[in-house]
């Protein structure tokens, strides 16, 4: 979610959002996503054509880490496309990638870790959108005493919550 939010601050036309869960896919909405889509329920790859003009994304972000997503996120990429995985896929897994196809596309494919940024700058910046009512951290996290942390983990998984966070304090 924080990815759409992100995106949401750009001059993007189409924000995209694609998620299993319906509930997510609303919550994305609620966020800055402008088209929502949930992959069990239509062809993903057919779908982001047709919302582009047969073109493809210019650029995509996987969160999940999932092999499967990954492939498809390249597979919807336009000539040109910038993609990026900040999810991580397990130690091992593959990405597989056909090379004449690729370079004829001009796609890249980057990884991203801790946001790719320079902390000192970018945290300031983020404080300061927080401040001006641009990222809205408390729509992502909902907070749970630690003895609820099954019930965090059960609404996790429903996406009812995006981040749950666990408090260790007496009031319950």
């Known amino acids: 979610m924080a990815a759409v939010i992100a995106a949401a601050l750009t001059p993007a036309s189409k924000i995209i959002a694609i998620d299993l869960q319906d509930p997510k896919l609303d919550q994305a909405r609620a966020l800055g996503a402008t088209v929502t889509i949930n992959p069990g329920k239509q062809d993903l790859v057919k779908e982001l054509f047709a919302l582009t003009g047969n073109f493809g994304i210019d650029r995509a972000i996987d969160t999940t880490g999932n092999i499967g997503v990954i492939n498809t996120m390249i597979a919807s990429a336009a000539p040109g496309a910038i993609v990026a995985s900040v999810g991580a896929p397990r130690m091992g897994a593959k990405v597989e990638i056909e090379p004449a196809t690729w370079l004829v596309r001009g796609v890249s494919y980057t990884g991203v870790h ?3 940024s320079i902390p000192q700058q ?11 009512g641009r990222l809205p951290l408390e729509k992502l ?3 749970y005493h630690y003895t609820d942390i099954e019930r965090a983990k059960s609404d996790m998984e429903a996406g009812i919550c995006i981040k749950a966070v666990l408090r260790w304090d007496t009031d319950e």
């Open 141 to 143: 996290i909902k907070s």
């Open 114 to 116: 801790q946001g790719s």
């Open 122 to 132: 970018f945290l300031p910046y983020l404080i300061q959108l927080w401040k001006d």
